[in-house]
């Protein structure tokens, strides 16, 4: 694995702007990010710890991209036909 050190900035809607041009071939990167030391004093205490990153759900049907955004993925043991079991017992009084 081949590492390159080069100089960039997280821009105001947070995406990482490398700031000096490139001279690598097209493909997959693996990115490390270390903060300069200015930075570091202008974060409060509890964000310098790693917050687990949620995975940004996406849509052709442009109204419902936020909504999608906002909220969490079912848990891996959610049963879809046992949820719906569940609503029509309910429904139906059963």
Known sequence: MQAYKLKGK???TGNLVITEPIQMPPG?????????PQM????PDNTKEL???TPKRRTKIKALQ?????TQP???DF????????????????
Not at 30 to 35: G, K, S
Not at 79 to 94: C, S
């Open 10 to 12: 997280i821009d105001a």
């Open 28 to 36: 997959d990167v693996e990115v490390i990010v270390l903060l300069s």
């Open 40 to 43: 570091m004093t202008g974060i």
């Open 51 to 53: 917050q687990p990153e």
């Open 66 to 70: 936020g909504w999608f955004e906002k």
């Open 74 to 76: 079912t848990s891996t």
């Open 79 to 94: 049963d879809p036909d046992q949820a719906r079991w569940e609503a029509l017992k309910e429904k139906h009084n059963l």
